[in-house]
Antibody, heavy 124, light 107 residues
Framework: EVQLLESGGGLVQPGGSPRVSCAAS????????MTWVRQAPGKGLEWVSV????????YYADSVKGRFTISRDNSKNTVYLQMNSLRAEDTAVYYC?????????????????WGQGTLVTVSS | DIQLTQSPSSLSASVGDRVTITCRAS??????LAWYQQKPGKVPKLLIY???ILQSGVPSRFSGSGSATDFTLTISSLQPEDVATYYC?????????FGPGTKVDIK
């Protein structure tokens, strides 16, 4: 059974730099791209970032480019999102999701498993 | 960047009705389009990928069609458990944008 478990959320001050993690199990982690999607309270889904299966390709939404960094450790079956210079508008539930492909060619193939999400609240 | 719009933004229909939601891309995405369902308070769930392929385990009353810039999600016979917000997503190239969502409820 595929399981994705996010952690690392919580209350963060503006300008803070938390790192959220997503521990995966139930599939061959190193064969699939992983994505972070966020959802602000009462709002829609916002795609944030994706990392290819091997970790050599990463892509970001313009809203987080230069502030967030996605990475993965295939030996630990874990994907990370390092968030820097947080703003109030970054407040959201952050979901990690498994792609159906490795995204090695720049195209991906949709998100077939999602974690339960971790809430990051940016407030002083 | 390619933008996605969805219409309508919300709809109310009766049980058993046929429901159609449209997703339009500002540029062609080939068939690199997925549909997700998010029930209130729940995690999003993949319904359709590659514009028309039903994800395993999804009821056959859901179907997808379209290509390039115009896509539709159809629920052939709306059920009470289909109350949710539905999102399209393009994934041909980054950014892998989601549409704004369509909220479906029962009349």
């Amino acid at each position: 059974e595929v399981q994705l478990l996010e952690s690392g959320g919580g209350l963060v001050q503006p300008g803070g730099s938390p790192r959220v993690s997503c521990a995966a199990s139930g599939f061959t982690f190193s064969s699939y791209a992983m994505t972070w999607v966020r959802q602000a309270p009462g709002k829609g889904l916002e795609w944030v970032s994706v990392i290819s299966a091997s970790g050599d390709k990463t892509y970001y939404a313009d809203s987080v480019k230069g502030r967030f960094t996605i990475s993965r450790d295939n030996s630990k079956n874990t994907v990370y999102l390092q968030m820097n210079s947080l703003r109030a508008e970054d407040t959201a539930v952050y979901y990690c999701a498994k792609d159906k492909s490795d995204c090695s060619g720049g195209s991906c193939y949709s998100l077939d498993y999602w974690g339960q999400g971790t809430l990051v609240t940016v407030s002083s | 960047d390619i933008q996605l719009t969805q219409s309508p933004s919300s709809l109310s229909a009766s049980v058993g009705d046929r429901v159609t939601i449209t997703c339009r891309a500002s540029q062609g995405t080939s068939n690199y389009l997925a549909w997700y369902q998010q029930k209130p308070g729940k995690v999003p769930k993949l319904l359709i990928y590659a514009a028309s392929i039903l994800q395993s385990g999804v009821p056959s009353r859901f179907s997808g069609s379209g290509s390039a810039t115009d896509f539709t999600l159809t629920i052939s016979s709306l059920q009470p458990e289909d109350v949710a917000t539905y999102y399209c997503q393009k994934y041909n190239n980054a950014p892998f944008t989601f549409g704004p969502g369509t909220k479906v409820d029962i009349k």
